[in-house]
């Protein structure tokens, strides 16, 4: 892997700005909290944990950035749903190896607190592989 350095040795790279844009641990729940169809305001806040004040700040930013996009639901009073754009669609296999590695590496022993499903009936089991060769990426280089 190889990125360019800015001023003062700082490397450039996608990992940054992906960061940069959703790294902060209540916008990546919010994700998950639309990938599994909560779209409502109370329900992602409760599903989550986040404190509302920042929820609110996390969706605005995320919006902002093309991530998500509200519809209106009601009127009167004036509500918004939470809805992800393909681009915040784009982040479900983010979120899925994010899951992966927690339930292998953090599940201790109770195990692991949600087993997913994949639309074939199994239990979801990530793999990232490169698409040229297919073989699998080596946890070690």
């Known amino acids: 892997m190889s990125e360019p350095e800015r001023a003062g040795g700082v490397r450039e790279c996608s990992v940054a700005r992906t960061l940069d844009l959703v790294g902060e641990k209540w916008a990546l729940l919010a994700v998950r909290e639309m990938l599994l169809g909560v779209h409502r305001f109370a329900e992602i806040a409760r599903r989550t944990g986040a404190p509302r004040d920042i929820l609110t700040t996390r969706l605005r930013t995320l919006e902002a950035r093309g991530v998500l996009e509200r519809r209106r639901y009601s009127d009167r009073p004036e509500?918004?749903?939470?809805?992800?754009?393909?681009?915040?669609?784009?982040?479900?296999?983010?979120?899925?190896?994010?899951?992966?590695?927690?339930?292998?590496?953090?599940?201790?022993?109770?195990?692991?607190?949600?087993?997913?499903?994949?639309?074939?009936?199994?239990e979801l089991q990530v793999s990232v592989i490169c698409t040229h060769c297919g073989e699998p990426l080596s946890a070690t280089p």
């Open 79 to 122: 509500r918004f749903e939470y809805h992800l754009t393909a681009f915040g669609e784009s982040l479900r296999p983010v979120i899925a190896v994010l899951r992966q590695w927690g339930d292998d590496h953090l599940a201790g022993e109770e195990g692991v607190p949600t087993r997913m499903d994949h639309s074939c009936g199994h």
